[in-house]
């Protein structure tokens, strides 16, 4: 019984599946594939983009150095390879770890010198239950200074045919569907459609990162291109993603944030709503949508700002948005995402 699907998949006619049309196997089988393209290959968008202007974000001690950390989802627990694209130049070497719950992986990356070059490593877990886990980026440099100028992250699209064993994506099970059950020589029972709709359920709840931050820690903090170590009130203007929220007028949305603080606790205002965060290190947040949205006329969609809000508490009552100090809370990585 074969999970298979074609890809680009071929899209079946809506008009052969309204109301008062025979039930074909044609029609069924290619809503049957497009189901499996969408869960192996739809919506594999990048879970970690950021860039540095030169020279913020190098290392030149020779000793594996922790500069960056972010929090990301996962694409489902079936998809197991994070690909990792990073443009540096400089000798040494870029050590990354990925934990995803109690499991975890590392690569090393070793960089050739001379002018800027794009090295690419995959993380493989065995594997995972949990929806969400983190990524760190250590650096040293064998001579002169390592410079990374940006990284992107993505988990690798899965081919066909998908795995016989059952996923869960954002939590929700997702189950493979079986081609073959659905030719001409097989009834269509009740259980066919009963796992379409579980499965485009468990699609509707795939994560798409719209903001992934984080400060870079430990870095040369020599010259004029001073690295950046905490999220400032002005940076909050330029970390706001106009983004397209699915269903965000119909159906209740959930937005989910994840931000790394130091002396916490401390208190941020996020897309209207006030949250303390009282860990050091890591506080995940579920943010209700509860804010009208942008309407505009390029788009013709409902458009909202995501991101830590622009408002007075956070440019000016609070004293995390100043500069790194031993005592005051700072905030040194935000990533969001939502559905």
């Known amino acids: 019984?074969?999970?298979?699907?074609?890809?680009?998949?071929?899209?079946?006619?809506?008009?052969?599946?309204?109301?008062?049309?025979?039930?074909?196997?044609?029609?069924?089988s290619r809503i049957g594939e497009t189901i499996n393209y969408a869960f192996g290959q739809g919506g594999i968008t990048n879970v970690i983009s950021q860039a540095w202007r030169e020279g913020t974000?190098?290392?030149?001690?020779?000793?594996?150095q922790s500069m960056c950390e972010w929090y990301l989802p996962a694409a489902s627990t079936l998809h197991q390879d994070l690909e990792v694209y990073i443009i540096a130049h400089g000798t040494g070497s870029i050590r990354l770890t990925l934990a995803m719950g109690g499991t975890s992986t590392q690569e090393e990356v070793a960089l050739s010198g001379g002018s800027a070059h794009l090295y690419i490593s995959t993380l493989s877990l065995a594997s995972f239950s949990a929806t969400f886990g983190t990524l760190t980026m250590e650096v040293k440099a064998t001579s002169g200074q390592v410079k990374v100028d940006s990284i992107m992250a993505r988990w690798a699209p899965l081919s066909s045919p998908l795995p016989t064993s059952i996923?869960?994506?954002?939590?929700?099970?997702?189950?493979?569907m079986g081609i073959d059950r659905l030719d001409t020589e097989q009834p269509l029972s009740a259980r066919v459609g009963h796992r379409m709709l579980q499965n485009i359920e468990a699609l509707r709840g795939r994560y798409r990162t719209w903001i992934s931050w984080s400060a870079a820690l430990n870095a040369d903090r020599g010259g004029e291109d001073r690295p950046v170590e905490w999220l400032g009130g002005g940076d909050l203007q330029r970390l706001i993603a106009p983004t397209h929220i699915h269903w965000a007028e119909t159906l209740p949305q959930t937005i989910y944030c994840a931000i790394r603080a130091v002396n916490a606790p401390v208190e941020v205002d996020i897309m209207g709503q006030r949250y303390v965060l009282s860990l050091n290190g890591w506080n995940f947040i579920t943010v209700s949508l509860d804010i009208e949205p942008e309407r505009i006329n390029a788009f013709k969609l409902p458009i909202f700002r995501v991101g830590l809000d622009a408002t007075e508490h956070n440019l000016i009552d609070t004293g995390w948005n100043g500069g790194l100090s031993l005592t005051r809370p700072d905030i040194t990585a935000l990533c969001m995402w939502g559905p």
């Open 1 to 28: 019984m074969s999970n298979s699907f074609t890809s680009p998949p071929t899209f079946t006619d809506p008009q052969a599946v309204v109301a008062g049309q025979p039930i074909s196997s044609g029609p069924v």
């Open 57 to 64: 974000c190098s290392q030149s001690l020779t000793t594996y």
């Open 167 to 176: 996923g869960a994506v954002s939590g929700l099970t997702f189950r493979p």
